[in-house]
Structures are given as structure tokens and as C-alpha cells.
């Protein structure tokens, strides 16, 4: 099961990733709980209008560290094409719609600085 040490590592890792991917307009809760979806080790869901997003790690697996990290790096990617997901997933979505939310994204990876 994943201790309270990792879920801390967790967090570090997602505030990291909020941080690089410069997602700071959303307000986060992060969860220590059990994820109904057995295949789940960590999840993400979010509220557009009120731009909150609760990010869970399950407390009923087993991770190593690298895999928190991972898990941690993955929600973020989660959050980050949330509206993009739910935009193609629209029937009234226009092309324009899915064009300026792609180039949200383009725009928001540019920004990031990769380091060796």
C-alpha cells in the first residue's frame, strides 16, 4: 500500500509538473484514497468552470518511488489535456474550438525549459 511518505512525494511531484507546465490557474486537491477502478494507481478529475481538479493517488497498491514519480508526472499530462479531451469529445465542437485549445497546449510546452 502507499504510505503517507509517498503520497507526499506525490504531491511535490504533481506541484512540480503544475509548475513547469504552468498550470497554476487551477485550484488542486490532492487525495490519499482508495480508487474504485482496480487498474487505477492514481487519478485526476476536473471542474472547468470553477477550474478545481482533485488528483488521487490510491492507498491500495503497491508503487515503488520511480512509480510515484511517474504516476505524479502522468496526472499532470491528464490535467493538462483535460480540455482538449473534453472539447473532441463535445458533438457541437467546432473545428475552431479544437484548434485553440490544441494551441493552448502548444503554447504551454513551449514554455518549458528542458534541462539536461
Do not use: P
Request: proline share 0%.
Amino acid at each position: 500500500m502507499t504510505t503517507k511518505k509517498q503520497f507526499d512525494v506525490f504531491i511535490k511531484e504533481c506541484d512540480r509538473y503544475i509548475d513547469i507546465f504552468g498550470l497554476s490557474e487551477y485550484f488542486v486537491l490532492y487525495q490519499h484514497v482508495k480508487i474504485e477502478k482496480d487498474e487505477w494507481q492514481a487519478g485526476c478529475t476536473v471542474d472547468f468552470e470553477g477550474l478545481n481538479a482533485i488528483i488521487s493517488l490510491s492507498n491500495d497498491v503497491v508503487l515503488t518511488d520511480y512509480e510515484i514519480m511517474a504516476a505524479a508526472k502522468h496526472e499532470i499530462l491528464e490535467l493538462l489535456l483535460a480540455k482538449l479531451d473534453k472539447i473532441m469529445k463535445a458533438r457541437t465542437v467546432t473545428e475552431a474550438e479544437i484548434v485553440e485549445e490544441r494551441h493552448k497546449v502548444i503554447n504551454r510546452l513551449l514554455r518549458v525549459k528542458i534541462t539536461k
